[in-house]
């Protein structure tokens, strides 16, 4: 039994997927047996109806499967946003079929979000792999100018072409390579909330993804090249990514502090030389800089920890609310931090206990987070041999604004991260002051 056939048992929402050379043409026959007498509608844009649409339709055709006429967005600025959620829903409003998404993270979260909205199930042919979200249980999209995940489930099943994806354009394939990626020091801030309480680690989520983990990453220079063996590694490492995500029912398993940097230039409107940046060469930043933030934590020894000294600074939660405020005050969303902070605040008591957990058992955890986490460097050759940006300048962002992100990344989310970490234990400012200081990683002229 291979590794996608065994986490399907763990998984809520998919019950099938398939992965290999030429298994676009199977969509029809996968149609029939998960959706016996039914119609289909292909969802695609005019670039994924050319790579893999018709023929996903021919097969359908073949299979004896009816279809209605196929809804393609013709607008080539698409992206994941909540007009065209609605755009969907009102042309396959009314129609009574099965919507089949081909294309790549847009089309399946546009698509996953409308078929939720109309109570429908529905079906994913992917064309790169770029994301890992096309299993997961729910959607990001921009909604008000605020990249949110909504609540949805994942597709009935999934095909992905190897053919399909060894064609896709290299800059998605690398910005899946980053994504994957991601999923290294998400796995370390995991075990600190773990060790705290907030979200314990589910195991069928972790082992799923993490024990394949490094070696789905091992061939950048092969995912580069377009070797189909290599691709299909990388999606395989991202399908399971989604299902474990299903498994947790949450994305904790997925995403940490690396995605929040993309967030927010997601919600910031961020563009480098005139385009918005992918999901996945923003992560590729958000995932360095986490990386560098470990190689700097785990140098530090907390098991001399002055615990009352840290809890004697800790401040209210009235404090940290007006801090939120403070910050966020000229955001998109001037209220995010102060509701995130609210559901994240830890009293002195439950900081004494956090501190305490650490202090005791600071060999195992950092012993732990070193075997995780890999160094800095290695992250950024890894990108730069798969393509992927490996300094904030490839996305157009400068050092000084990179490190200006730093307070929102920690407030912006109730997610436990190692920047709460550091806050708790008073070592926040040295993190940051080795991470953009003199010598230091991202170091700022």
């Not at 902070?341 to 950092?366: F, M, P």
Request: glycine letters at 8%; charged letters at 20%; one cysteine or more.
């Amino acid at each position: 039994m291979n590794l996608v056939e065994e986490a399907l048992k763990h998984t809520t929402d998919t019950k099938d997927c398939l992965i290999g050379a030429g298994v676009a043409a199977r969509t029809g026959e996968m149609f029939r047996n998960l959706f016996p007498g039914e119609k289909a509608v292909v969802v695609a844009d005019a670039n994924t109806w050319r790579v893999a649409g018709e023929t996903v339709e021919r097969s359908l055709a073949e299979a004896g499967v009816r279809t209605e006429k196929a809804f393609v967005f013709t607008n080539p600025e698409l992206f994941a946003e909540w007009s065209y959620v609605i755009q969907l829903e009102e042309g396959l409003r009314g129609v009574p079929a099965v919507p089949v998404a081909v294309g790549s993270g847009v089309i399946n979260d546009l698509c996953k979000l409308s078929a939720a909205h109309l109570g429908q199930s529905y079906l994913s042919v992917a064309t790169a792999a770029s994301v890992d979200g096309y299993t997961s249980f729910g959607a990001s999209i921009s909604y008000k100018g605020l990249k949110q995940t909504f609540d949805c489930p994942a597709p009935v099943a999934l095909l992905a072409d190897v053919d399909v994806l060894a064609n896709a354009p290299k800059v998605m394939t690398a910005a899946g390579y980053a994504d994957l990626a991601a999923k290294i020091p998400c796995g370390a801030e995991w075990m600190i909330a773990d060790l705290f309480g907030t979200e314990p680690i589910i195991p069928e989520a972790w082992h799923m993804l993490q024990d394949v983990l490094v070696e789905q990453l091992s061939d950048p220079e092969g995912v580069a090249a377009g070797k189909p063996e290599s691709i299909e590694a990388l999606f395989e490492g991202l399908t399971l990514s989604g299902f474990a995500m299903q498994a947790a029912r949450s994305s904790r398993p997925a995403s940490c502090t690396d995605h929040l940097f993309s967030h927010y230039l997601d919600m910031t409107h961020h563009t480098f030389q005139g385009e918005l940046q992918s999901h996945g060469f923003q992560v590729a930043i958000g995932t360095l800089t986490m990386c560098a933030f470990f190689d700097a934590f785990l140098q530090m020894d907390l098991s001399t920890l002055d615990v009352e000294h840290c809890v004697a600074q800790w401040p209210t939660l009235e404090q940290e609310q007006e801090r939120a405020r403070q910050l966020f005050s000229q955001f998109i969303d001037p209220e995010l931090g102060y509701r995130e902070i609210t559901r994240k605040y830890s009293d002195a008591g439950e900081v004494r206990k956090q501190l305490t957990l650490v202090r005791d058992n600071w060999t195992d955890l950092r012993d732990r987070c070193r075997r995780q986490v890999f160094p800095f460097a290695k992250m950024q050759q890894l990108f730069k041999a798969v393509g992927a940006p490996a300094d904030p300048a490839d996305i157009g962002v400068a050092r000084q604004q990179l490190l200006s992100m730093v307070p929102f990344t920690q407030l912006m989310r109730w997610r436990i991260n190692l920047l709460d970490l550091a806050k708790r234990a008073c070592i926040y400012d040295e993190l940051v002051a080795k991470v953009f200081g003199k010598g230091g990683a991202w170091e700022v002229g």
